[in-house]
């Protein structure tokens, strides 16, 4: 099942979570595959009109790399061809005063060429129309779930939101003489995962210096925790020791 979440704002624009975004998915899911889309309330005229766009964009990001990624060795065998073919060409038909430079020049443009038509051919082929046509056929058959505990997860991001960037990173990076408020979710562990992956696959993509800055974050609570739990084996030594 594919399980998208809508989580609404406080002045500020939607979030439309969805594993349309997780490229190493796009070729598990099967042409029937059930479309949930899970929010804290019914949809305004508003919202429901922007989801198809969000979904189509989301399908078509997803597709192309997928199929790019799939085709990747044959494109690189064959821009190996090229430029191995087009630089033997050169060097034995052309003469130049320069060896080798104008050759590698050409060879090298001649790849990118290629490269990039191999790239575009891939993504208008049959195999990616035809996911493209069925994720997008589903999408629009999907159906809409009320989930409540929802409601504490939008809370949790306007309220974060409201804090200073410096101070917040430091919250969550432990570091900070003044903890971050926890949420106050209910919903299973595996809907709070689900959705911290979601949103990791949106930054990604989407504000790629969010997602930067996140990442040394995440590295630095791991490694804050990491020596918190260390403290008490070095406090033991030390008072062995002495």
Same mark, same amino acid.
């Given at each position: ?6 989580? %609404?704002? #406080? ?11 997780? *490229?190493?998915?796009? +070729? ?21 009109? /922007? ?5 189509? %964009?989301?399908?078509?990001? =997803?597709?192309?790399?997928?199929? %790019?990624? /799939? #085709? ?21 038909? *052309? ?11 050409? =060879?090298?443009?001649?790849? &990118? &060429? ?20 069925? &994720?997008?056929?589903?999408? +629009? @058959?999907?159906? #809409?779930?009320?989930?409540? %505990? ?10 974060? !939101? !409201?804090?200073?960037?410096? @101070? &917040? ?6 570091? =900070?003489?003044?903890?971050? /408020?926890?949420?106050?979710?209910? +919903?299973?562990? @595996? ?31 791991? #490694?804050?925790? /990491? ?16």
């Amino acid at each position: 099942m594919i399980t998208c979440y809508l989580i %609404q704002r #406080q002045n500020k624009e939607n979030l439309t979570l969805s594993p349309y975004l997780d *490229i190493n998915r796009v +070729g598990h899911w099967s042409e029937d595959e059930q479309v949930v889309l899970k929010s804290s309330g019914m949809l305004t005229k508003n919202q429901r009109m /922007k989801l198809p766009m969000h979904s189509t %964009q989301s399908i078509d990001f =997803s597709v192309d790399r997928w199929i %790019q990624n /799939k #085709q990747y060795i044959p494109r690189l065998l064959i821009s190996a061809a090229v430029f191995t073919a087009s630089y033997f060409f050169f060097s034995l038909v *052309i003469r130049d005063p320069v060896p080798m430079v104008d050759e590698l020049l050409i =060879s090298g443009g001649l790849v &990118l &060429l290629a490269w990039n038509y191999l790239a575009k051919r891939d993504t208008r082929s049959s195999i990616a129309q035809r996911r493209r046509y069925e &994720l997008k056929l589903r999408c +629009g @058959e999907r159906e #809409q779930e009320i989930d409540e %505990q929802l409601f504490a997860v939008e809370a949790f991001l306007d309220e974060a !939101s !409201s804090e200073d960037s410096l @101070e &917040l990173c430091n919250s969550l990076a432990l570091v =900070s003489s003044e903890p971050l /408020k926890p949420i106050s979710y209910e +919903g299973s562990n @595996e809907t709070l995962k689900e959705l911290g992956e979601l949103l990791t696959h949106y930054l990604r993509i989407y504000n790629k210096s969010l997602y930067k800055t996140a990442v040394k974050v995440h590295n630095q609570r791991m #490694q804050r925790r /990491k020596m918190n739990s260390l403290l008490p084996v070095y406090s033991s030594i030390t008072c062995r020791s002495g």
